[in-house]
């Protein structure tokens, strides 16, 4: 079965760093460009990262500097690491294919506060 597994979230303070995990599971993973996408409460989801299968990256603005994704291709794993958080980045952090065409998958709630 096709599954996007997110990984990785938690409670951090204002500064802190998280390293974010994606599990993902059957061919099109494997053979996509993939993103790391959030959604804050009452707003749209959005996409914050990108990576090829070739490993070129592009970073939103906001978090341009701060995050950096990377890939596994074996592992059909993706990785967030985010450093310097904000209160802003809070959100529910999702990965997915670009564009997205697998399930959504749950998942890793991200919340930066003091």
């Known amino acids: 079965q096709v599954q996007l597994v997110e990984s990785g979230g938690g409670l951090v303070q204002p500064g802190g760093s998280l390293r974010l995990s994606c599990a993902a599971s059957?061919?099109?993973?494997?053979?996509?460009?993939m993103g790391w996408y959030r959604q804050a409460p009452g707003k749209q989801r959005e996409l914050v990262a990108r990576?090829?299968?070739?490993?070129?990256?592009n970073y939103a603005d906001s978090v341009k500097g701060r995050f950096t994704i990377s890939r596994d291709n074996a592992k059909n794993t993706m990785y967030l690491q985010m450093n310097s958080l904000k209160p802003e980045d809070t959100a529910v952090y999702y990965c997915?294919?670009?564009?997205?065409?697998?399930?959504w998958g749950q998942g890793t709630q991200v919340t930066v506060s003091n």
């Open positions: 997915n294919t670009l564009p997205a065409i697998m399930t």
């Open positions: 059957g061919s099109s993973a494997s053979s996509s460009a």
């Open positions: 990576i090829t299968r070739g490993g070129i990256t």
